[in-house]
């Protein structure tokens, strides 16, 4: 049996106007939605030298109504957090991991032997035994601001 899917279109939305955000901060190319199947939100892209779209980061996008200083850490799924770590240990592609918090916008950028502490955590709220699982936490001074 599938897992019950809980993003709404209104989180597609804020998704949505978050990444136009950062896009333009960042002076980001082209971005585009990722099926859910790769475990991570969008991709942005770029160019070959021969004209074909190539793949320059993944990006992961991410709403929060708490402030960003409310937690020393970012929590995300170690699931999330390896397929993108093999991403870039792979391809010559980057990752971002961009945060809405409730009065600032960050961007976690993951660099090449990053490490940090892991443990098990998750929702309680939804009364989903699988919304709680391995963590990563991002220690939150890794995030640069992008408002």
Do not use: H
Request: proline share 3%; with cysteine; net charge positive.
């Amino acid at each position: 049996m599938a897992r019950k899917l809980y993003e709404t279109k209104e989180d597609i939305s804020r998704e949505k106007i978050t990444i136009d955000f950062v896009k333009d901060k960042l002076g980001m190319g082209d971005i585009v939605k990722l099926p859910i199947k790769y475990k991570i939100d969008y991709i942005e892209l770029g160019r070959f030298k021969d004209g074909g779209k190539s793949i320059v980061n993944f990006v992961e996008i991410k709403n929060r109504t708490v402030p960003k200083n409310q937690y020393s850490t970012y929590m995300i799924s170690a699931d999330k957090f390896t397929t993108a770590s093999q991403y870039v240990e792979r391809f010559n592609v980057g990752f971002k991991l961009v945060v809405r918090w409730k009065d600032i916008v960050g961007c976690y950028t993951l660099k090449e032997g990053d490490k940090f502490s892991l443990g098990f955590n998750g929702r309680y709220d939804r009364g989903d035994w699988q919304d709680v699982e391995p963590v990563v936490y991002i220690p939150i001074r890794e995030f640069k601001d992008v408002t």
